[in-house]
C-alpha cells in the first residue's frame, strides 16, 4: 500500500498552497490603504509642524529652525508631549514607543490583532510628537499604522491567524515603501523583524504590498530616491579596514544609544508621579536642546542631506550627534510616540562625519552614509535591511559591498555585547522572551528510523485481561506500554496501565484476550520513514507517548517510537553545537560525562 509520505514525488520545498494568491490579492488592497495612510502622516506632520511653530494652518514647507517663537519655543516639545499623555491615557496605550516592538508583540502575542484605536491614534499622537519638535522619524508610527490597517482588513475577512500575519505584515512593508520608497529594505525589515519565518505564504504577499505601494507612490509623483548620492570609494584592502573600523565603531554607538534608551526609561519609572506625566518632562528636555542645537528638532531628513553632500563640518556633527542622542534617548524612555529609523540615520551619520577625518580617503558623504547604515542595522540588528535602505535612499549601488561590511561588523559587535536589541529589549521587559534565530527544525530532517527502539518487546494478542495486568505490575516490567500483535506480526493496538484498568472498570472478564478488546479499534502507526515533525504531530493527536512502528507493506512491527526519542533528536543538535574536533583529531573538545548523561 503506497501512501503520499511514501512517494518522494510528494515531498516538497514548501507547504504553500494556491490560497497564497488570495492573500496576495488582499495585499494589493492594503497596499494601497497603507500608501494613503503614509502619506496622510507625512502632510499631517507638515501641518502640525507649522500650526506648533508658526501659527499657520498651511502644508507649505517650513522650517522650524525658523520659528519666530525664539526661547518660547522650548514650550511647544512641552505642550505636544502634553497631548500625547493624555492620548494614550485615554486613548491607548498602545500608542506609546516608536511601533515597531509593539507590531512584533501583537504578531507572536496577539494573535496579529491590532484594534482601530491605533490605526488612528498613533499616526495622530506621532505627528503631535514630531510636529512639535520632537526627535523622530515617521517610518515607526507607519510601520504601526499600517500594520493595524492591514490587520484590521484581515479581521474582517475569514482568514487564519498565519495569514493575519501576513497582511500585518504586508501593510507595515506598504507603510515603510511610501515613507522612503525602499520597497526592496522593507521586504527584508519584513523577514529580518516581523515574519519571524521564511517561506513563500507569507514573503510573497508582502513583495507584492511593497511592490505596489512603490508603483502607486510613483504614480503620485513621490520623490525616489529620496536622497540622492553619487560617491564612492576606491577598492582595496585600506578601504576595507576602514570599511569594518567605521562598523564597529557604528556597533558601539548602536550599543550606546541603546543603553541610553532603557537607562531613561528606568529613569522615568522611578518618578512619584503618572507616567501620562512623563512625556511633558521629556518634551521639556528636547525644548533646551532645541535651544542648544535647533538641527536636532523633528525628523531632520535636511540633516541627512547635507551630511550625503559633505556639507557637515566636525564640530557641528559632533554638536548634532551628542544633542540628537540625548534629547531622543530622554523624549522615547519617557514614553512618547516616534520612530528610530530616521534619529539612527541622522546619529550615525553625524558620527560618521566626524570620523570622515582620521579614515581612508573618499568622496565627501560616504562614510557619514555607512555610518548611517550600520548604526541602524546594528541597533536594530537587521543589517540586511539596513543595506539594502541605503541603497535605494541613495540610489547608489555601487555602495553595495562596502555599506554589508560595515552593517556586518555592527552587527557582529551589537550580537557579542548586548543579550538584546532596542526592539527586543522593551518585549523583553514586559516579560517575554524573543529568539530571532531561523533555523531549519530538525525534525523535519530525521527519520523515524533514525531513532526508533529497534528491538522491540510486545505481547501477543492471546493474552488474557488477567495476563495483561500481571505483566505490567510485575517488578521485571521496564516500561509503562506495549504493542500488541497478533499470530502474523500485524500490530492491534498498545496496552498500559489505563487501558486495563479501564477494561475492569467497565466489568470485562479477567480471561478476555487482548485480541478480543482490541478488536476494530482505530490504531494510530508510526514509519520508519516517516520524518518526525509528523510522528510528533500523530503523538499529540493520539495522546498518546509511544506509537508502534510497522513497514508500510505488510504492516509489520519494526520498532517503538516515543517522546524521549524526539528529545533525542534536540540534544543531538546541541552537541553539534558543543563539541569541536579538527581533522587529525587535535584541539578536539570531548564530551563531559554530564553532557553525555544530559544527552540521554
Not at 242 to 254: D, F, H, N, Q, T
Request: charged fraction near 15%; glycine fraction near 10%.
Amino acid at each position: 500500500m503506497k501512501t503520499p509520505h511514501s512517494n518522494p514525488e510528494h515531498l516538497r520545498d514548501f507547504t504553500t498552497d494556491a490560497r497564497m494568491l488570495l492573500v496576495a490579492a488582499i495585499a494589493v488592497v492594503v497596499a494601497t490603504a497603507g500608501l494613503f495612510a503614509g502619506i496622510a502622516l507625512l502632510k499631517l506632520i507638515r501641518l502640525a509642524t507649522n500650526i506648533a511653530y508658526f501659527g499657520q494652518f498651511t502644508l507649505a514647507d517650513l522650517k522650524l529652525q525658523d520659528t519666530p517663537h525664539g526661547l518660547a519655543a522650548v514650550i511647544v516639545p512641552v505642550i505636544g508631549a502634553l497631548i500625547i499623555g493624555l492620548m494614550a491615557r485615554f486613548g491607548s496605550e498602545k500608542i506609546r514607543g516608536h511601533g515597531i516592538p509593539e507590531a512584533i508583540e501583537a504578531i507572536l502575542l496577539g494573535r496579529s490583532k491590532l484594534d482601530a484605536k491605533v490605526a488612528i491614534l498613533k499616526p495622530l499622537s506621532s505627528a503631535i510628537s514630531i510636529g512639535s519638535g520632537g526627535p523622530f522619524g515617521a517610518e515607526g508610527p507607519i510601520i504601526m499604522t499600517g500594520g493595524a490597517i492591514g490587520s484590521l482588513i484581515a479581521q474582517m475577512l475569514p482568514v487564519s491567524d498565519n495569514e493575519r500575519k501576513t497582511l500585518l505584515v504586508a501593510g507595515a512593508a506598504a507603510g515603510m515603501t511610501t515613507v522612503f520608497g525602499t520597497p526592496i529594505a522593507a521586504i527584508m525589515l519584513a523577514v529580518e523583524l516581523l515574519l519571524f519565518e521564511w517561506t513563500p505564504r507569507s514573503f510573497i504577499p508582502v513583495a507584492v504590498a511593497a511592490i505596489i505601494a512603490e508603483v502607486e507612490r510613483t504614480m503620485l509623483h513621490l520623490p525616489g530616491p529620496i536622497f540622492p548620492f553619487q560617491g564612492g570609494m576606491e577598492v582595496s584592502f585600506v578601504g576595507l579596514a576602514g570599511w569594518v573600523a567605521i562598523g564597529v565603531c557604528a556597533g558601539l554607538l548602536s550599543g550606546l544609544l541603546t543603553q541610553m534608551v532603557y537607562a531613561c526609561e528606568d529613569g522615568f519609572q522611578k518618578l512619584p508621579i503618572h507616567w501620562m506625566w512623563w512625556p511633558m518632562l521629556g518634551g521639556l528636555v528636547v525644548g533646551i536642546g532645541g535651544l542648544i542645537e535647533p538641527q536636532a528638532l523633528g525628523v531632520g531628513y535636511d540633516n541627512i542631506a547635507n551630511m550625503l553632500d559633505g556639507r557637515t563640518v566636525a564640530t557641528a556633527a559632533l554638536l548634532l550627534l551628542v544633542v540628537k542622542a540625548i534629547i531622543w534617548s530622554v523624549a522615547l524612555g519617557s514614553g512618547t510616540s516616534g520612530g528610530v529609523l530616521a534619529p539612527l540615520l541622522i546619529m550615525g551619520g553625524a558620527m560618521g562625519a566626524v570620523l570622515a577625518g582620521v579614515l581612508p580617503a573618499a568622496d565627501p558623504g560616504f562614510w557619514a552614509l555607512l555610518a548611517m547604515a550600520a548604526t541602524m542595522g546594528g541597533t536594530m540588528r537587521a543589517p540586511l535591511t539596513a543595506t539594502f535602505f541605503a541603497v535605494e535612499l541613495t540610489g547608489n549601488t555601487h555602495m553595495l559591498v562596502p555599506l554589508i561590511t560595515a552593517c556586518a561588523a555592527a552587527h557582529a559587535v551589537t550580537v557579542l555585547l548586548m543579550k538584546r536589541s532596542i526592539l527586543t529589549e522593551k518585549i523583553a521587559r514586559r516579560g517575554h522572551h524573543l529568539v530571532r534565530e531561523y533555523r531549519v527544525d530538525p525534525f523535519a530532517l530525521t527519520r523515524v528510523r533514525e531513532v526508533m527502539t529497534s528491538e522491540v518487546e510486545s505481547v501477543p494478542a492471546t493474552m488474557t485481561l488477567h495476563g495483561a495486568a500481571a505483566f505490567l505490575t510485575a517488578p521485571e516490567t521496564r516500561h509503562p506500554s506495549f504493542p500488541v500483535v497478533d499470530e502474523n506480526g500485524h500490530v492491534l493496538g498498545l496496552i498500559d496501565p489505563p487501558a486495563i484498568l479501564r477494561w475492569r472498570r467497565a466489568g470485562t472478564h479477567r480471561t478476555t484476550t487482548l485480541g478480543e478488546l482490541l478488536a476494530g479499534s482505530k490504531v494510530t502507526l508510526a514509519y520508519p520513514d516517516e520524518y518526525l515533525e509528523g510522528l510528533s504531530d500523530k503523538l499529540l493527536m493520539a495522546n498518546v507517548s509511544h506509537l508502534p512502528v510497522v513497514t508500510r507493506e505488510g504492516l509489520l512491527l519494526v520498532g517503538y517510537v516515543g517522546w524521549k526519542d524526539l528529545m533525542r533528536v534536540r540534544s543531538r543538535k546541541q552537541a553539534e553545537e558543543r563539541e569541536r574536533s579538527t581533522l587529525l583529531g587535535f584541539g578536539t573538545r570531548r564530551r563531559k560525562k554530564e553532557d553525555v548523561v544530559g544527552s540521554l
